[in-house]
């Protein structure tokens, strides 16, 4: 089973690690602190105000059960959860996703640094993971996740 | 009518533009962008993990109105969405809060240096506003919506 994301990207179970009727959830390619995931609406549409009301509430219950789960196996005490909406917002692939971040006491020395490094981290020229080391992560983190949708 | 934000303030129809049976909207004392404002549960509730389902859905179903709202009436082009849950994460009020922040072509000579304003916004020593700005603010906010819980 395939899930796009955007028009030019698709991703299988090598990312994905949850899906319900409406949504999904994968690991990232440059994460800005492990355990940094997106969940997104199935359907590819670019702005939150796009979205149905179906459409919210399953993509927002699933932002909790994902955020629980991150949390608590990525050992984290809080979570930043953030929507890029639009171009002058940051958006760089045109469709709606929640970064969901782990966050621990000290992680950066200011703890809204974390906020440059999203900016930057789907920009700049660091390296990506590899396919395994994703594919690893995913298969990890399905094991706490019924996959309703697959 | 008066809504509890964290377990120390009130607020009332002087900052509160909407409200729905679960969820209120207020503006902001210390905005990081004109037309920068919050949407609350109504219930005191720490953490994103804590809100029953109901809550979530009214929740984002009144972020999307708001957002339409805040969007089109501070003439933007795109929404930041934001939340801070938990202490490490930058959260200072004990209350799932969403910010929403209109967004414009070169509002910031970084796109996301918003998110270091956010992070200032209420530890710095800027003064806050008025309340009398802030009720005419909200006063005409709440035009746009019909106060079903008031």
């Known amino acids: 089973m395939t899930f796009s994301f955007g028009s030019f990207i698709s991703l299988t179970g090598d990312e ?11 690991v990232n390619l440059k994460p ?4 940094h995931v997106l969940v997104c609406p ?5 702005r939150y105000a796009e979205l149905s009301f179906k459409e919210i509430t399953d993509l927002f219950k699933t932002v909790q059960e994902v955020g629980i789960v991150i949390e608590r196996e990525f050992k984290a005490t809080s979570l930043t959860f ?3 909406d639009g171009p002058d917002s940051g958006q760089t692939v045109d469709h709606v ?10 992680d950066y020395e200011n703890s809204d640094e974390v906020y440059t490094e999203l900016a930057k981290h789907d ?8 396919l ?5 992560e995913a298969s990890w983190l ?5 996959l309703e949708g697959r």
Chains 1, 2 share one sequence.
């Open 16 to 26: 994905v690690f949850h899906s319900t009727r409406l949504s999904f959830a994968f």
């Open 42 to 46: 199935r359907r590819v549409v670019k």
């Open 32 to 35: 800005v602190v492990p355990g």
């Open 82 to 84: 953030c929507i890029q």
């Open 142 to 146: 399905s094991t706490f996740f019924r």
């Open 132 to 136: 395994e080391e994703m594919a690893k």
């Open 123 to 130: 920009k700049d020229g660091r390296p990506s993971r590899s």
């Open 97 to 106: 996703h929640v970064h969901i971040i782990p966050r621990k006491k000290g």
